[in-house]
């Protein structure tokens, strides 16, 4: 076994978290009420192109009050694909609504807006889109089926930061986008973003997020504390400033791993659509039917050399709690699930922990089990 772990993705933590950091503890100002946070507020919408952006705890708080401020609950359905981490389908369960699973596409595990138009009743009240990997949904053939009924759009954007669909980017091409900061493209420790253009829904959101504000014993709605603290703000402001850099190191690798696997039956690699900047929080490969091992095989292969690499996301539909609600079988996330590997993609790796990961993913796809 290789003593030095290639880690699947390590942020970079430089001078300025640690400066940003010193301030907060200096002057006291630990809790949610420090500069850091409006500051990361404002700069983040800055960035999208949104005109406001309120923080949060975590990504999954983002898509409850996301929901909530949409005017979304209890007898209404909202469609969510399948292949998804979790918290995109546990966000709509948790205020009240019910999740109708979509399909994939079948080149790539993204939301298949064609299955999502097949799924709308006169229960839907919007579609919970989800920007997988670090590459952006479709968004076009999304935008126009919502329109088409009168439906709400929620991006998910936790693993896509930066991400761009033609030259716009995601999280404000919907009615409200939901990020997370929880060892992501920028990461911050936990926390998580909303950002819209909507005036009213960023004001609804501040009244969910956050119990009596300003200490007023006037209750104006049931709220829970989802608030960013400063600290955590001020990390995020450190990383918002060097986050294309980020970025760029990100599409290195990304096309470090392109060229190495462009020749391999055994590896197809999911690559960026024309229209896209995939900012890769992920670089995902697919094992073929050429490969001498299962996909478990490899992941386990990899992981006793030292190299973190993980299996994609299991579809939701297929878990304990949702197989008996959802019958029905799903095929693209199905395969995509069972053939898919996350490789690294830590911001740090140079070309030598790359050649590694290279090396030992192509011994292990073309070696036998018995090897």
């Not at 699930?337 to 740090?348: A, Q």
Request: include cysteine; charged fraction near 25%; glycine fraction near 6%.
């Amino acid at each position: 076994m290789n003593n030095k772990i290639i880690p699947l993705d390590e942020p970079i933590v430089g001078k300025e978290e640690i400066k940003y950091l010193t301030e907060c503890i200096e002057s006291g100002w630990i809790s949610w009420q420090g500069r850091f946070v409006s500051k990361f507020e404002s700069d983040f919408a800055r960035y999208c192109g949104a005109k406001y952006g309120i923080s949060t705890c975590n990504g999954t708080a983002a898509l409850i009050v996301a929901l909530q401020s949409l005017g979304i609950g209890a007898g209404d359905e909202v469609i969510v694909p399948t292949f998804t981490f979790s918290a995109s389908v546990f966000a709509i369960n948790l205020v009240g609504a019910t999740p109708v699973f979509a399909d994939t596409l079948s080149d790539k595990f993204l939301v298949d807006p064609a299955d999502v138009s097949r799924r709308i009743t006169p229960r839907t009240k919007a579609i919970l889109v989800v920007h997988l990997y670090g590459h952006p949904c479709d968004m076009d053939p999304v935008m126009e089926i919502a329109r088409s009924h009168n439906l709400k759009v929620v991006e998910d954007v936790a693993e896509a930061s930066g991400a761009e669909y033609r030259g716009q980017k995601v999280g404000n091409i919907g009615d409200v986008g939901c990020f997370s900061f929880h060892n992501k493209l920028i990461a911050t420790g936990e926390g998580g973003m909303i950002v819209t253009n909507d005036e009213s829904v960023i004001r609804r959101a501040e009244a969910l997020r956050t119990p009596a504000p300003d200490n007023r014993t006037e209750f104006p709605d049931i709220a829970l504390n989802f608030r960013m603290s400063n600290l955590h703000a001020a990390v995020g402001v450190a990383q918002l400033e060097r986050f294309e850099e980020t970025i760029a190191r990100k599409r290195r690798i990304a096309k470090y791993y392109d060229d190495a696997f462009r020749d391999r039956s055994e590896i197809q690699s999911v690559l960026e659509d024309p229209w896209a900047r995939c900012v890769y929080w992920r670089y995902t490969i697919m094992i073929t039917d050429s490969s001498r091992k299962s996909r478990d095989e490899i992941v386990a292969e990899l992981n006793e050399n030292g190299i973190q690499a993980r299996a994609i996301f299991f579809p939701m539909h297929l878990h304990p709690y949702y197989r008996t609600q959802t019958p029905e079988s799903f095929p693209n996330a199905e395969a995509f699930s069972r053939r898919g590997i996350d490789l690294p993609t830590s911001p740090k790796l140079g070309h030598d922990d790359l050649g590694q990961v290279v090396e030992a993913l192509f011994r292990a796809v073309s070696t036998s089990r018995l090897a």
